[in-house]
C-alpha cells in the first residue's frame, strides 16, 4: 500500500478564491476548496479560515468526487 503525504501549510487568504457549497451549514461546519496556481485543490476548514490547509492534487479530489458521487460516503452525512 502506497501512502500519500499530504501538504499541510497556511496559506495567504488573499490571492485564493475560497468556495463552499450552497448547502453549506450557516454555522460555519462547512469545508472551502481553493484551486492553487499549480492546479492543486486547497481544502480548509470554514471555522479556522487562518488555520491548516491541506493540498489535494486534482486526481485525488477527482476520485474523492467520484466517491461521492457513487454515494460510497453516504454513511457518514447526517
Not at 503525504?5 to 462547512?30: F, I, T, Y
Not at 472551502?32 to 492543486?40: M, N, P, Q
Amino acid at each position: 500500500m502506497l501512502l500519500h503525504e499530504h501538504l499541510h501549510v497556511h496559506l495567504a487568504e488573499s490571492v485564493l478564491h475560497w468556495r463552499k457549497s450552497s448547502a453549506s451549514n450557516p454555522s460555519g461546519n462547512c469545508v472551502e476548496l481553493a484551486e492553487l496556481a499549480g492546479g492543486d485543490i486547497a481544502v480548509r476548514n470554514s471555522r479556522h479560515p487562518g488555520g491548516p490547509t491541506i493540498v489535494y492534487t486534482r486526481a485525488e479530489m477527482a476520485a474523492f468526487f467520484r466517491g461521492i458521487r457513487s454515494g460510497e460516503f453516504d454513511d457518514l452525512a447526517e
